[in-house]
């Protein structure tokens, strides 16, 4: 929840228990201004979040009103959106008399190698070593291949690594400092902090002249979603972040600026699941980490969805309104989104509308959002089709951009299709129903014949392009063979 506290000029961090002041300017990203207090373990190895070597963990809220250490990647977190936040750096697992743990399995299995990639590592593990479903999983496992092949003996989610990369090669002794992994010991001050709330968000005005170019910036996080709406009324041309997992790309990279920033990732209107008997509601700050987590399956199609999303270090700030809000073409969430029947919660100072997602791309990164209008939430309409599908093709199973992505969410009742909704991305300049393969579906027995007519017609729908992803050619024949997949996996599994 939001602190109803006086907005003040310097964000003010806690650093492995000490307080740092932050006073810009804006565009900073936390990697820079840890390096700049000295602690530097984090490095800088890619710029855009792919690699990991810049992780830290940051104390954030739990559904259950308790605290979780969260991995995120520091090159892309703007350094003021961690204004009355808590963060736990490399340096600051130890205490004065020993290793931690992570680090000392770590040290002993061989798994620094040359060692720059190792702080980033270490966190993403410390993260998952405190998660506090781990024991369960732990429980659950049988022998050195447990739960679904991604956990270790010990429950660790070796998945929790996924957006870590290490240039040596040597994933093997990281895998095995991983599973050797214990429980905290009593008396773990880290584990300890879990029980309490974390830091509420502070209310963050910082407004600073960037020195090498003479130029000023702003960023705010205002307290309530009527305050940030104010604003974008009245400054239309100020840039809304939420995780920034898009936007510090464009500043890592391409030396981007903004005047103006409005932080809404923490506003609570914005946040939490809310459920109807007409629908789900998600709320867009959420992230897709704490989705997944508290959906938990009950919407299958977006649990098919979220662990093929970048990786997990991704996941941990970008929130699903925000990857809605780019209007990108080759984005994970709207293929799924659009076999879901999802509507948008449009809201401004004047009010609010729903949008149907079918509607509401108009042009390559275009949309019909007015100026002053917020994303601020995603509807799911009830009750969901119970065959459903996500295919993303791409050139690396995880953490990799989609060539085509696919959602599928088919009605079938006694051997006739009575619903088919087929979203696609990445096959035109915005994302998109196969209308054309749904009519021809709909009404039809379910029956390979049917199916490998149908596959023509989605052949052609979309308007596919080279590029380095992929060719069209490619494209066009991963669309037909993709519902002949979806048929073949749903046979499979009667």
Not at 27 to 42: E, K, P, Q, S, V
Request: proline residues 6%; aromatic residues 6%; hydrophobic residues 40%.
């Amino acid at each position: 929840m939001s602190a109803p506290t006086t907005q003040r000029s310097t964000a003010q961090i806690s650093v492995n228990s000490s307080v740092h002041e932050f006073d810009g300017p804006p565009h900073t990203n936390a990697l820079d201004f840890l390096r700049g207090a000295g602690l530097t373990a984090a490095k800088e190895g890619c710029a855009e979040g792919e690699c990991g070597a810049c992780a830290i963990m940051v104390a954030r809220p739990d559904a259950d009103g308790t605290t979780r250490w969260t991995s995120v990647n520091s090159c892309l977190l703007p350094a003021a959106a961690l204004d009355g936040q808590e963060v736990i750096t490399a340096e600051g697992l130890a205490d004065s008399e020993s290793f931690h743990p992570v680090q000392e399995e770590m040290a002993v299995r061989g798994g620094s190698q040359c060692g720059y990639c190792t702080p980033g590592f270490i966190c993403s593990m410390a993260a998952e070593y405190y998660r506090p479903e781990r024991a369960d999983d732990a429980a659950a496992a049988t022998g050195s291949d447990a739960v679904d092949h991604h956990c270790g003996p010990n429950g660790f989610d070796i998945h929790s690594l996924s957006g870590n990369l290490c240039r040596c090669t040597g994933y093997r002794p990281i895998r095995d400092a991983a599973y050797a992994l214990g429980q905290p010991e009593p008396g773990d001050t880290i584990a300890a902090r879990r029980e309490n709330p974390a830091p509420a968000s502070a209310s963050t005005d910082i407004h600073r002249a960037d020195t090498p170019t003479g130029e000023t910036g702003r960023f705010r996080r205002p307290a309530t979603l009527a305050e940030a709406l104010d604003i974008l009324a009245a400054e239309p041309e100020v840039l809304v972040v939420a995780g920034a997992t898009d936007w510090s790309i464009d500043v890592n990279i391409k030396g981007a600026r903004a005047k103006s920033m409005l932080a809404i990732d923490r506003l609570p209107e914005l946040r939490g699941i809310r459920r109807t008997p007409e629908y789900v509601e998600l709320g867009a700050a959420h992230t897709l980490s704490e989705l997944e987590r508290e959906l938990a399956g009950s919407i299958p199609l977006l649990g098919k969805l979220i662990p093929q999303f970048a990786s997990r270090l991704i996941r941990n700030g970008a929130t699903i309104g925000g990857n809605l809000g780019t209007g990108s073409p080759i984005g994970d969430t709207p293929p799924a989104l659009l076999a879901l029947d999802a509507a948008l919660v449009l809201t401004s100072a004047a009010g609010s509308r729903v949008v149907e997602l079918a509607e509401y791309f108009t042009g390559y990164r275009q949309t019909v959002r007015e100026a002053g209008e917020l994303i601020t939430a995603i509807r799911i309409p009830l009750p969901l089709s119970p065959m459903t599908s996500f295919q993303k093709i791409a050139k690396r199973r995880f953490d990799d951009i989609s060539s085509v992505a696919i959602g599928y969410a088919v009605r079938v009742e006694q051997g006739i299709v009575t619903k088919a909704r087929i979203g696609l991305g990445g096959v035109a300049a915005t994302p998109l129903r196969a209308k054309a393969t749904e009519a021809l579906l709909e009404g039809a027995p379910w029956t390979l014949e049917t199916v490998h007519g149908a596959a023509e017609t989605l052949a052609a729908e979309g308007t596919p392009m080279d590029d380095h992803r992929a060719s069209a050619k490619y494209r066009t024949a991963m669309l037909r063979s993709s519902l002949e997949r979806f048929y073949a996996e749903q046979e499979a599994g009667r």
